[in-house]
């Protein structure tokens, strides 16, 4: 009975290769890592968090499965243990964008059958593995293939080996013919296209034992099946599945259905074709999935037939998915049934689209699709309907969801505060309904309020917290400081993850970066985001700015960055004063800069002034007027960035038809106002984000200095004005060699505007002119428009 238990098992395995969708892989890349503090698109790492019930504050950006978690959360029905063992395996296959089935392992390579075969002593008949790419089958299109042999077909072929040797012994007959035939199949895997000619094994000898030759039968098969044969096959596996003796017999029952589903998305010449095929392998899982004998591979069954249905009727499938995640009714799929209904909640798939009046009824007769539309909605528009919904329900999901929603103006305000401030701290909802009450007592006016309960929350000992959530109460918190030294406070926050745009893969430990100063993510962990970045820069008159500078609350090299941008700020606005008393600040936290900065200190007249300013800052591409939120510029100081972020960009939007900077927007309003960043939808850049530590006073100074920033232009057009005002007058001046080819430099790796161009030539054309035998006129070639 063992011995069958261990054949039955392994038949099983083998066969999961066989029964997996087969997607179709992509690449792209490559992409520039984004600092992420509060994560859009999924909640924070490890998922296993998360799948455990420990939710953090829930976004309504979050792809849909991760609020399928959520809603079953909030509304006391976990996950137990494996349940959550399958969401983690399909958010892994996800986000691995690998081709595959979400229960089959698939590996970032190809197995090497021959090293399996080495390691229990054969050698097979050709000694090297499969050719690369063999695993991946064509078809009709010359750019498309799919997956034909997974990476788990070969590690549990290995393993079915070695049940065989241990009963019938290494080198027997039995043995040798059971290797020869199997790597017949595999010959299969990189089949030109379905319907190819097959690599068949040899028959079996009818002296082999009887499991040999049932193995025999499930591999020719199987041949047949890799090859795109798949009548062939499914007669074949029909005929196993009906020999009771046969250790194949179930798992052939259901590949012989999965024949079915193949030809149906890979062969099939019409609709009529494909939607028969999809009928008659739904008709036969229906069978196995209701015979006892076959109850080993009844979980796969409903996987698959899943599958079929959803091709076949999504709307029905639409509303059996939504009852059966709500109600836990099948457990065992999980988390193909979760895959399965985000695919039709997106309506996104030209062959499984819902109707509208599909969508409405479904969504009317399912409470988590109603609750999850109206969550993502994220519009006011959709409050009342979620405040009726809450009132109906008296359910945690919906509080929420009005609650998110909810504005200082919202009825029935009081009552919806009063529901969330009960939500007990052991709920996986306590985090959600606390931030949302606190973010709708500060819009009410009750700072104070929302002050205490914010820093009570933000007393959580770290790693209690997820840092997403952190970082949104701390963001709040900011938004309440009193004076400057509580606002630099909460400034900065704790990087969540740097991620590769379209993957987040984390690349906290450099992975994958290519930029000069990724070593930098890791060791300084504490960044600006969008919101304290724009505060700093906009909200904040220039000489609060050179107070930030010298305070002791932000880390040293957070005080290197507000540094940089106040002197350069001061400098742009003529506030000498504050320039000059920045000097001993800056030179502290920036000693590569303490040459320069002496020469402007030692300067006299403000043209003086400006000219050694504006020849440091050339010398110095990372010197600009403002605070960059996230990880900002990534080249090493004194390098030029090969992708222009150098200098600054004009600080004003650009216009529609201002592609240049469009395409080339390094500068402050790309990396601050076209941020995808869930801060924007709480706290929008144009109210302000430091506005309750203002003096009236300093906030129109504030606004009068930003205005007048905006009206500047670009960095190489200012910079180039003042070392040719400076040139004309000051020819002997042995700097201006080098800082006439610095602004040429500049006008080619820095933004331009429609002036730009013009003081590039001028400063060509007079330093070619006026110093012809210079080393940096001979370093200077071309001019730049």
Same mark, same amino acid.
């Given at each position: 009975?063992?011995?069958?238990?261990?054949?039955?098992?392994?038949?099983?395995?083998?066969?999961?290769?066989?029964?997996?969708?087969?997607?179709?892989?992509?690449?792209?890349?490559?992409?520039?890592?984004?600092?992420?503090?509060?994560?859009?698109?999924?909640?924070?790492?490890?998922?296993?968090?998360?799948?455990?019930?420990?939710?953090?504050?829930?976004?309504?950006?979050?792809?849909?499965? +991760?609020?399928?978690?959520?809603?079953?959360? %909030?509304? &006391?029905?976990?996950?137990?243990?494996?349940?959550?063992?399958?969401?983690?395996?399909?958010?892994?296959?996800?986000?691995?964008?690998?081709?595959?089935?979400?229960?089959?392992?698939?590996?970032?390579?190809?197995?090497?059958?021959?090293? @399996?075969?080495?390691?229990?002593?054969?050698?097979?008949?050709?000694?090297?593995?499969?050719?690369?790419?063999?695993?991946?089958?064509?078809?009709?299109?010359?750019?498309?293939?799919?997956?034909?042999?997974?990476?788990?077909?070969?590690?549990?072929?290995?393993?079915?080996?070695? &049940?065989?040797?241990?009963? %019938?012994?290494?080198?027997?007959?039995?043995?040798?013919?059971?290797?020869?035939?199997?790597?017949?199949? %595999?010959?299969?895997?990189?089949?030109?296209?379905?319907?190819?000619?097959?690599?068949?094994?040899?028959?079996?000898?009818?002296?082999?034992?009887?499991?040999?030759?049932?193995?025999?039968?499930?591999?020719?098969?199987?041949?047949? +099946?890799?090859?795109?044969?798949?009548?062939?096959?499914?007669?074949? %596996?029909?005929?196993?599945?009906?020999?009771?003796?046969?250790?194949?017999?179930?798992?052939?029952?259901?590949?012989?259905?999965?024949?079915?589903?193949?030809? *149906?998305?890979?062969?099939?010449?019409?609709?009529?074709? @494909?939607?028969?095929?999809?009928?008659?392998?739904?008709?036969?899982?229906?069978?196995?999935?209701?015979?006892?004998?076959?109850?080993?591979?009844?979980?796969?069954?409903?996987?698959?037939?899943? +599958?079929?249905?959803?091709?076949?009727?999504?709307?029905?499938? !639409?509303?059996?998915?939504?009852?059966?995640? #709500?109600?836990?009714?099948?457990?065992?799929?999980?988390?193909?049934?979760?895959?399965?209904?985000?695919?039709?909640?997106?309506?996104?798939?030209?062959?499984?689209?819902?109707?509208?009046?599909?969508?409405?009824?479904?969504? #009317?007769?399912?409470?988590?699709?109603?609750?999850?539309?109206?969550?993502?909605?994220?519009?006011?528009?959709?409050?009342?309907?979620?405040?009726?919904?809450?009132?109906?329900?008296?359910?945690?999901?919906?509080?929420?969801?009005?609650?998110?929603?909810?504005?200082?103006?919202?009825?029935?305000?009081?009552?919806?505060?009063?529901?969330?401030?009960?939500?007990?701290?052991?709920?996986?909802?306590?985090?959600?309904?606390?931030?949302?009450?606190?973010?709708?007592?500060? &819009? #009410?006016?009750?700072?104070?309020?929302?002050?205490?309960?914010?820093?009570?929350?933000?007393?959580?000992?770290?790693?209690?917290?997820?840092?997403?959530?952190?970082?949104?109460?701390?963001?709040?918190?900011?938004?309440?400081?009193?004076?400057?030294?509580? !606002?630099?406070? !909460?400034?900065?926050?704790?990087?969540?993850?740097?991620?590769?745009?379209?993957?987040?893969?984390?690349?906290?430990?450099? *992975?994958?970066?290519?930029? @000069?100063?990724?070593?930098?993510?890791?060791?300084?962990?504490?960044?600006?985001?969008?919101?304290?970045?724009?505060?700093?820069?906009?909200?904040?008159?220039?000489?609060?700015?050179?107070?930030?500078?010298?305070?002791?609350?932000?880390?040293?090299?957070?005080?290197?960055?507000?540094?940089?941008?106040?002197?350069?700020?001061?400098?742009?606005?003529?506030?000498?004063?504050?320039?000059?008393?920045?000097?001993?600040?800056?030179?502290?936290?920036?000693?590569?800069?303490?040459?320069?900065?002496?020469?402007?200190?030692?300067?006299?007249?403000?043209?003086?002034?400006?000219?050694?300013?504006?020849?440091?800052?050339?010398?110095?591409?990372?010197?600009?007027?403002?605070?960059?939120?996230?990880?900002?510029?990534?080249? $090493?100081?004194?390098?030029?960035?090969?992708?222009?972020?150098?200098?600054?960009?004009?600080?004003?939007?650009?216009?529609?038809?201002?592609?240049?900077?469009?395409? +080339?927007?390094?500068?402050?309003?790309?990396?601050?106002?076209?941020?995808?960043?869930?801060?924007?939808?709480?706290?929008?850049?144009?109210?302000?984000?430091?506005?309750?530590?203002?003096?009236?006073?300093?906030?129109?100074?504030?606004?009068?200095?930003?205005?007048?920033?905006?009206?500047?232009?670009?960095?190489?057009?200012?910079?180039?004005?003042?070392?040719?005002?400076?040139?004309?007058?000051?020819?002997?001046?042995?700097?201006?060699?080098?800082?006439?080819?610095?602004?040429?430099?500049? $006008?080619?790796?820095?933004?331009?505007?429609?002036?730009?161009?013009?003081?590039?030539?001028?400063?060509?054309?007079?330093?070619?002119?006026?110093?012809?035998?210079?080393?940096?006129?001979?370093?200077?070639?071309?001019?730049?428009?």
């Amino acid at each position: 009975m063992a011995q069958r238990l261990m054949r039955v098992s392994l038949a099983v395995l083998l066969a999961l290769a066989l029964v997996a969708p087969s997607p179709v892989a992509e690449a792209c890349g490559p992409f520039f890592p984004e600092t992420i503090f509060i994560q859009r698109i999924h909640p924070d790492l490890p998922f296993e968090d998360y799948a455990a019930g420990k939710i953090g504050v829930v976004q309504p950006t979050y792809e849909d499965s +991760f609020l399928v978690v959520a809603y079953r959360y %909030f509304s &006391a029905r976990p996950f137990d243990a494996q349940e959550q063992k399958q969401l983690l395996a399909l958010w892994k296959h996800e986000a691995s964008n690998e081709p595959g089935g979400i229960f089959v392992a698939v590996d970032s390579g190809q197995i090497d059958w021959s090293g @399996e075969l080495k390691e229990i002593g054969y050698s097979p008949a050709t000694d090297a593995a499969l050719p690369a790419g063999s695993t991946f089958a064509g078809t009709s299109s010359p750019f498309v293939s799919y997956p034909n042999c997974l990476d788990d077909a070969f590690r549990t072929a290995a393993n079915t080996l070695k &049940a065989r040797v241990q009963e %019938f012994g290494k080198g027997s007959a039995a043995v040798t013919s059971w290797i020869s035939a199997q790597e017949s199949v %595999f010959t299969n895997c990189g089949a030109s296209r379905p319907g190819a000619n097959a690599e068949l094994p040899q028959a079996a000898d009818p002296g082999l034992p009887l499991l040999i030759r049932q193995d025999r039968d499930y591999q020719t098969a199987a041949a047949y +099946f890799y090859a795109g044969r798949w009548d062939e096959a499914e007669k074949r %596996f029909q005929t196993i599945a009906a020999d009771p003796s046969s250790p194949w017999r179930a798992i052939a029952a259901l590949v012989s259905a999965r024949c079915e589903l193949r030809a *149906a998305t890979l062969s099939a010449e019409d609709a009529a074709s @494909e939607d028969s095929r999809l009928k008659a392998a739904d008709e036969q899982l229906r069978k196995v999935i209701a015979d006892p004998s076959f109850v080993t591979v009844r979980t796969a069954a409903k996987r698959l037939q899943g +599958f079929a249905e959803i091709r076949l009727d999504p709307a029905k499938r !639409f509303l059996d998915l939504s009852s059966a995640i #709500e109600d836990r009714t099948s457990p065992e799929t999980i988390a193909q049934d979760v895959s399965d209904y985000d695919l039709l909640l997106a309506r996104s798939s030209e062959t499984m689209t819902l109707s509208d009046t599909e969508w409405k009824a479904t969504q #009317e007769a399912s409470d988590m699709t109603d609750w999850i539309a109206t969550f993502k909605s994220g519009g006011v528009e959709e409050f009342p309907h979620a405040l009726d919904r809450w009132h109906t329900t008296h359910s945690t999901p919906w509080l929420l969801a009005a609650l998110s929603l909810a504005i200082s103006e919202s009825p029935d305000l009081s009552s919806l505060l009063e529901s969330a401030a009960a939500v007990p701290l052991s709920s996986p909802a306590f985090l959600s309904a606390k931030f949302h009450r606190d973010r709708l007592l500060a &819009a #009410e006016g009750k700072t104070d309020q929302a002050r205490a309960e914010v820093d009570l929350v933000l007393r959580t000992p770290k790693g209690r917290l997820p840092v997403s959530a952190r970082n949104l109460f701390t963001a709040l918190r900011m938004t309440l400081a009193r004076n400057l030294d509580e !606002f630099l406070r !909460f400034a900065p926050r704790e990087i969540s993850v740097v991620s590769s745009e379209y993957t987040d893969n984390d690349m906290t430990d450099n *992975a994958g970066c290519f930029f @000069e100063n990724c070593k930098t993510l890791s060791a300084e962990p504490l960044r600006f985001d969008v919101d304290a970045a724009t505060a700093l820069t906009e909200d904040l008159p220039t000489h609060l700015l050179a107070d930030a500078a010298a305070s002791s609350r932000l880390p040293v090299y957070l005080r290197r960055q507000v540094a940089e941008a106040a002197w350069t700020r001061a400098v742009l606005l003529d506030e000498t004063e504050i320039a000059q008393q920045l000097v001993p600040t800056l030179s502290a936290l920036s000693p590569r800069l303490e040459q320069g900065l002496k020469q402007y200190h030692s300067s006299e007249s403000l043209s003086d002034k400006h000219f050694a300013a504006a020849y440091l800052i050339l010398q110095w591409p990372e010197l600009r007027p403002y605070i960059s939120g996230g990880t900002g510029r990534l080249t $090493s100081a004194g390098r030029i960035d090969s992708y222009r972020d150098n200098w600054w960009c004009a600080l004003a939007p650009p216009s529609p038809g201002d592609l240049d900077q469009q395409r +080339f927007g390094w500068g402050y309003q790309a990396y601050n106002y076209g941020a995808q960043n869930p801060l924007l939808s709480y706290f929008p850049i144009e109210k302000g984000s430091a506005p309750s530590l203002l003096a009236g006073g300093d906030k129109r100074t504030a606004q009068k200095e930003w205005t007048a920033l905006q009206q500047l232009g670009c960095g190489p057009t200012w910079l180039g004005e003042q070392v040719l005002a400076w040139a004309k007058l000051h020819p002997d001046d042995p700097r201006v060699p080098e800082a006439l080819h610095l602004v040429v430099h500049a $006008s080619r790796w820095g933004c331009n505007d429609g002036e730009t161009g013009a003081y590039s030539k001028e400063a060509f054309e007079l330093l070619h002119k006026r110093y012809p035998k210079n080393d940096w006129t001979a370093a200077t070639p071309y001019w730049f428009n």
